[in-house]
């Protein structure tokens, strides 16, 4: 159990504690500051009462009842430090790595039913993500989250990696990434039943306009600056978030190819002085940044030698490329890949599938043939998932673009029990099975293995093969990625959108 904080309690109050304390087997502590009022040790904590009011428990490493019950007495006199359920589902929306230097920045969503909230608070206690710690601090609160799950809690993160956040407007891209967030969560839940709360980064018009939807649904909706300072649905969010950038940051960190002269990256803040000495060593040997370093932040320019600000890239997400048939799903808390087409600038073609080289992605009518600009990041934070078939894998298309235009970057990857059975044996698709895990461990996409390998049957004629992988793109809302000019005609016979590659 981490530790647990409590503020705003009375004289009156702490007295009450203080006897409970001690009547259970507490034992009076020497104070040891000015600020303190009274100390009581009972089992492995320490309870300390501060003279403005607050109270604050150490952790029991033990997790000895004798320590909960006291922690839920003072929870019946004083009351959550946050605000109490007012719906049946609890939805936080928060996100880390805004102001870091280095790493992406991540975005979570986080559901649970009410009947958990209390289990929630005392997992969660007094932690703050603005606070330094290990790794292992982080991965131990979420491995006791995860333990929720069995209960209804759930969470869903999305990443927005440097290159985007260099390039474009970074509040346009998480109020996309925040509204399919909870258009998956919608799916599973009755937006009447749902409190939802969101930390205040300044959202746009495209959000604003979702929300006013969920309102007129019967949703709460909330949104606050340092909303997880009051809401425990936003605070378990901004924990998670912390966690899965600490994840990222470590592998950086633990990787021999981003060290260099002794020096690793850090924590990746501003003003940490392990990171500046790493930014400015790997500059002065390597002329360049590595794909994990925001090099549009003021720091990195003056490393740089750089004075001018850079200039970003407005309406680089362009809902007008997108049918309208998606977008008013997509607006009414839906997400269907069957809705989904790409409408063509140049021509006005209604493409159910693009072509995709390294150069750029083309107009699948050949009347046209054109480069259809901001495509791919349409599509990364409209949708997001893609589902890449044999030939994909064969052609090694994910980490060759991963090399070069970053097309699917930070998408999430599925990979079906079929393509991996049909894969794995052989030395290319074994080889993007590595490369793939590689990218997924250093944060450039998400990976996410589908099914069982052994509810496969030994033989499938090419129509069963298709129906299944089909199957999967529906479930999951994936664009199939394909290099076969046949099976991307069934999916578009389907009306399941595909991104294709013919050598």
Known sequence: ???????????????????????NGGEKQEIKTSYEEWRIRLS?????????????????????????????????????????????????????????????IVLVGVIFPKEVFKEV??????????????????????????????????????????????????????????????????????????RIVLDDYGI????????????????????????EDKYLEAKTASLISKRLREAVIKQINDNLEFQINGLSVGSGNAGDSKTIAWLKEWWKEKKFWPWFVKSSFKTVREIEGKKEKVKKKFLTIDERLLSKEFINEFNNGKLSIEALSVICPHC???????????????????????????VGITLRYYCGYVLPDSSAIQRNIISRDLNASKFF??????????????????????????????????????????????????????E????????????????????????????????????YNLL
């Open 1 to 23: 159990m981490t530790g647990r904080i409590w503020k705003n309690i009375n004289s009156e109050t702490s007295k009450k504690i203080k006897d409970y304390l001690l009547k």
């Open 44 to 104: 492995d904590s320490t309870f300390t009462y501060y003279t403005k009011g607050t109270l604050y428990s150490t952790a029991s490493n033990i997790e000895d009842p004798l320590v909960l019950c006291a922690w839920q007495y003072i929870d019946s006199l004083i009351g959550s430090i946050y605000a109490l359920p007012s719906k049946d589902f609890l939805i936080g929306l928060d996100e880390t790595g805004k102001g870091e230097i280095i790493g992406d």
């Open 121 to 194: 608070d005392l997992l969660i206690g007094p932690a703050d993500t603005k606070r330094h710690h290990d790794f292992e601090y982080w991965d131990n609160i979420l491995k006791k989250l995860d333990a929720l799950k069995n209960k209804g809690l759930d969470f869903i993160y999305e990443k927005i990696p440097p290159s985007h956040v260099d390039k474009y407007n970074l509040n346009e891209i998480m109020d996309i990434s925040y509204q399919r967030i909870l258009s998956i969560f919608l799916r599973k839940v009755e937006i009447s039943r749902c």
């Open 204 to 227: 746009g018009p495209i959000l604003k306009r979702f929300l006013r939807f969920l309102e007129q649904q019967g949703a709460e909706v909330i949104v606050e600056q340092r909303a």
């Open 348 to 374: 006005g073609s209604v493409l159910k599938s693009i072509e995709f080289k390294i150069s750029g992605v083309k107009c699948a009518n050949k009347e046209c043939g054109k480069i259809i600009e901001n």
């Open 409 to 462: 970057e930070n998408f999430s990857v599925i990979l079906s029990p079929i393509v991996r059975r049909e894969c794995e044996g052989t030395l290319q698709g074994k080889k993007e099975f590595e490369e793939l895990s590689k990218l997924a461990s250093i944060g450039r996409i998400r990976l996410e293995n589908i099914g069982e390998i052994e509810d496969i049957p030994d033989s499938l004629t090419n």
């Open 464 to 499: 069963e093969r298709y129906e299944r992988i089909i199957k999967d793109c529906i479930t999951y809302n994936a664009i199939l990625l394909t290099g076969d000019k046949s099976m991307n005609t069934f999916a578009v016979s389907k009306n399941v959108f595909t991104i």
